[in-house]
């Protein structure tokens, strides 16, 4: 099930989050933040002015994925559940709400490059780490949807 995320549930959101981080750091950098520090953000200010999408089994939240605006910010899987399905429903759910998408991968992170080409992004920018917090080359992907 995908459905919007509430604001009492951004302990579990920050948790999903930072999982899937731990989880991918061999192809990226470690989160730069604490967990207190990620849970007050996602609390504060990702849930109050974003749209924060949530994929569930059995009423566990096992997947999140940030809009803002024509960026997808966040798009997280946790690892157990990668490769079934629910990162392409969260993408195609997106790409329902936009015309246009802008999202930033990080040059490393090859699995998500390949997903993310593979769903239609086209790299239109590399970047060398200068741009974001962990320091690392990106690439920024757009894609372009049918008008409506």
């Given at each position: 099930?995908?459905r919007?995320?509430?604001l ?14 731990r989880e ?21 200010i990702?849930?109050?002015e ?29 690892q157990?559940h ?5 990162g ?7 790409k ?7 999202l930033?991968?990080f ?6 490059r ?27 992907y757009?894609?372009?949807?049918i008008l409506?």
């Open positions: 099930m995908i919007r995320a509430v009492d549930e951004a302990p579990v959101v920050a948790e999903v989050y930072l999982r899937s981080r991918a750091v061999p192809y990226i950098p470690r989160v730069t933040h604490t967990r207190d520090e990620v849970c007050e953000w996602f609390a504060s990702v849930l109050v974003h749209e924060v999408w949530v994929a569930e089994i059995a009423r566990h939240i096992i997947a999140v994925m940030v809009l803002r605006g024509e960026s997808l910010d966040h798009l997280y899987v946790l157990d990668q490769r079934r399905g629910v392409t429903r969260l993408l195609e759910h997106a329902t709400q936009r015309r246009v998408l802008r930033y991968a040059q490393s992170n090859e699995p998500a390949d997903f993310y080409e593979k769903h239609g992004f086209k790299a239109i920018a590399f970047g060398d780490g200068t741009a974001n917090e962990e320091g690392a080359p990106d690439i920024l757009e894609w372009r949807g409506r």
